[in-house]
Structure formats: C-alpha cells, structure tokens
C-alpha cells in the first residue's frame, strides 16, 4: 500500500491532522492503537475562551477558534454526528478579590456576558454562589461522538491500521518510510504522551502531566452549561456531568487515585448545594511541552518524519489552526510559527 502520509495515533490530534491532509488531496493512512484513556477519550473537549487562574485570554483565541468552528461543523456535516456544541460557561467566582481580578481581566470582551437574573437564580437552587457568576462564551467538542465516528469513515475508506506501531520494523529512506506492506512520503507522530519513548524526537522536553476526572450524577439537576468554579462540571446528558479536571506532574502511573478524587469531591462540595453520586474515575496524561506550545515540524536528520503533538490542555481548539499550518508547511514549505515549530528544540539535537 502506497500513501502520502502515514499518521501514527487517532486521538485529537490525528483525527484532526488527517482530516486536513485528506482535505488537500492527499492519501492518508492513520495507524492507531486503541487506548480507553487516551487524553482524547478522557478530555470533555472544552474550549474556554479565558484560562487559567489570572484569567488571561487563552493564546491566539481569536485566530484559532474560528478555525475550529469551520472544521468542526465540516465534520459534523461529513461524519452526520453531532461534534460542536456552542456552550455558556458559567464561572461561579469564589471570593470578592477573585471577582474583582475576573471583572477587570474580562470586562468588554466579546466572549463575556453577564448572567441574566433569572439564570443566576435558577441556579441559585443548586449552586453555593454568594460572590456572583459571570457567563463566558464557549463550546465543547463532542469526543465521544467525532473519534468513533471518524475511526468508522477512516475504516470504511480502507484508511485505518488498528495496531501499534513497531519502530524497530520502520525503515527509513531518503524518499519516504516503508513499514510493512506500507510505503509513504511521510511519517508523522501524534502519538499524545507516547512521543516521550520515542527515540527520534527524545530531544524535545516533554513535560507530561496527569489528569484525573469524575462522572457524576447530580439527581435533578440538568444544565447545557458548563458550570466551572475549581472545578468544572460539563454536561454528559440528563443530569450527569463529567467533573475535572487535576494536574500532577510527578505520577507513578496512569491509575486514578483516592487523593485526586478527594480534591474533585472537595470542589463538588464547595459548588454544590445538593447532593451527587460518583459513577467512575478515570486519568490520562495529558501532551505538554516545557513552553506548553504545540510541537510540529519535520526531523532534522530525517525529512521524511514528522511531529504533530504539545496540544497541552487546548487539543481541541488549537488541533484544526495547527493542523492547518502544519499541511501548508509540508505542502508547500510555508513557514511554522516561531512559537510552534520544532526548530526551537534543535539545539537540543545531537544528531
Ligand atoms: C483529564 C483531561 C482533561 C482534558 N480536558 C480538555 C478539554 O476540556 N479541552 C481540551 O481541548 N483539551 C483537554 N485536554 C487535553 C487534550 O485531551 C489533549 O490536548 C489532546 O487529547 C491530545 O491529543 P493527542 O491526539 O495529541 O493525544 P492522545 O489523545 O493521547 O492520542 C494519541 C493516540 O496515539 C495512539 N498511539 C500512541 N503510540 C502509538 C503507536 N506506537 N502506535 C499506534 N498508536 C499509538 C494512542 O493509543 C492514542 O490513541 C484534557 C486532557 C486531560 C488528560
């Protein structure tokens, strides 16, 4: 079998990557070993314009974001599943001093709204809410529908090898790859947090980081908002949610822990005024760079193998920008973003 790009991985990241090559005209086979908690499968696809505790707006929002309105909405289209669901995230604030920094980092963006009364007080019912909330616009991707379904177009259009690659049998060449009964222009890595046993792009320094989550069911209470305070409740259906998420940098292994679901349970308790049922706990780890930018471009020594990973905390609204910058870089030498491309590392690169 002959191909132009051979993607290693189908989480966010390869879904999202394939997708635009084939866009482009070009033949994609995507090898991928199913992993039940990929980041993909574990994340609850939020895109939330304002990040982290400074609230500042996350990087490049405003030229990403509509990038993946497009490509959302075109795979919801090709796949008939609903994937984008524009969403109001709900910020609880937890004190006067956090409201204070909220106000005067958001005030007159576009994305920021002010909860209508009747809102605040619906919520009232359920929501310890003494210092106010404030409404951002977001969205969620829905995972769970777009990667099954694009694993099924990807099998139906004899385009998906459900196997892990073994790297000891890849050979490569001056024009291309060859592994098995594949031969391809290029090889390109969206491997999540696999990438670090990888031994051709060891040089780059990963710093992975583990997240754990909850399911939960909140008898009675049913929202389409994401309700976020120290934690973040996105809705499953009915009056489920999915709450999350932790971090932890030093981990021995990818099992859920009582200690992280001690500090859910605590955020649970602190938002909530009525009570909730743990359904399941699950972790994955998630993708990060050191400067926690997307990592992408062609290897130095090998041209022929490629990078497509650091999507951190944000793969689904920085995967379809990044992908799209990445195909024109390959296709037709367009240059990377100094911030994204591979060659900040190259330095690193012993040969
Ligand atoms: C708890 C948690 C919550 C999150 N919440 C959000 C959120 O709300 N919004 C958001 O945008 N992001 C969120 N993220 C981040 C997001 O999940 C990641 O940015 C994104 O999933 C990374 O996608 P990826 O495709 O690079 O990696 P992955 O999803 O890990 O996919 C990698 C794939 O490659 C496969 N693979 C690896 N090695 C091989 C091999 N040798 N051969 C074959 N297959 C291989 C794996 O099996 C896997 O299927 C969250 C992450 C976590 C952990």
């Given at each position: 079998m002959k191909v132009d790009f051979l993607i290693i991985g189908q989480g966010i990241a390869g879904t999202v990557l394939s997708y635009t090559l084939m866009q482009a005209g070009q033949s994609v086979l995507v090898m991928d070993e199913y992993k039940p908690n990929s980041a993909s499968r574990v994340a609850a696809g939020v895109i939330n314009p304002v990040s982290g505790r400074r609230f500042t707006v996350a990087w490049q929002y405003d030229q990403i974001y509509p990038v993946a309105v497009q490509l959302y909405r075109e795979l919801e289209q090709l796949l008939g599943v609903p994937v984008f669901k524009p969403r109001d995230i709900y910020n609880v604030l937890p004190s006067e001093q956090l409201k204070e920094a909220f106000m005067e980092r958001?005030?007159?963006?576009?994305y920021m709204e002010d909860p209508p009364e009747e809102k605040v007080k619906t919520y009232g019912q359920w929501l310890d809410q003494p210092h106010g909330a404030a409404i951002v616009k977001g969205a969620t991707i829905l995972l769970h529908n777009l990667l099954p379904a694009w694993r099924e177009y990807l099998k139906d259009h004899n385009?998906?090898?459900?196997?892990?690659?073994?790297?000891?049998r890849l050979e490569i060449g001056p024009e291309g790859v060859k592994y098995a009964n594949i031969s391809a222009r290029y090889l390109v890595f969206c491997e999540g947090a696999a990438i670090v046993n990888n031994p051709w792009f060891n040089y780059i320094p990963f710093l992975l980081n583990k997240g754990e989550v909850l399911t939960v069911q909140i008898p009675g209470f049913s929202t389409p908002d994401i309700v976020k305070r120290s934690v973040s409740l996105v809705p499953q259906?009915?009056?489920?949610y999915w709450v999350g998420a932790t971090f932890a940098?030093?981990?021995?292994?990818?099992v859920p822990t009582a200690e992280k679901r001690e500090i859910l349970e605590k955020g649970l308790r602190q938002l909530l005024k009525v009570p909730y049922r743990v359904l399941d706990q699950l972790a994955a780890v998630r993708p990060s760079g050191t400067d926690r930018r997307p990592i992408m471009g062609l290897h130095?020594?090998?041209?022929s193998l490629g990078i497509f990973n650091g999507?951190?905390?944000k793969g689904c609204s920085l995967a379809p920008a990044m992908a799209a910058e990445f195909v024109a870089h390959v296709l037709r030498n367009e240059p990377l973003q100094v911030d994204t491309d591979i060659k900040r590392f190259f330095n690193r690169y012993k040969g």
């Open positions: 958001t005030t007159g963006l576009s385009s998906l090898r459900e196997e892990r690659l073994d790297i000891s259906g009915e009056d489920t940098w030093d981990y021995p292994d990818e130095p020594g090998y041209p999507l951190g905390t």
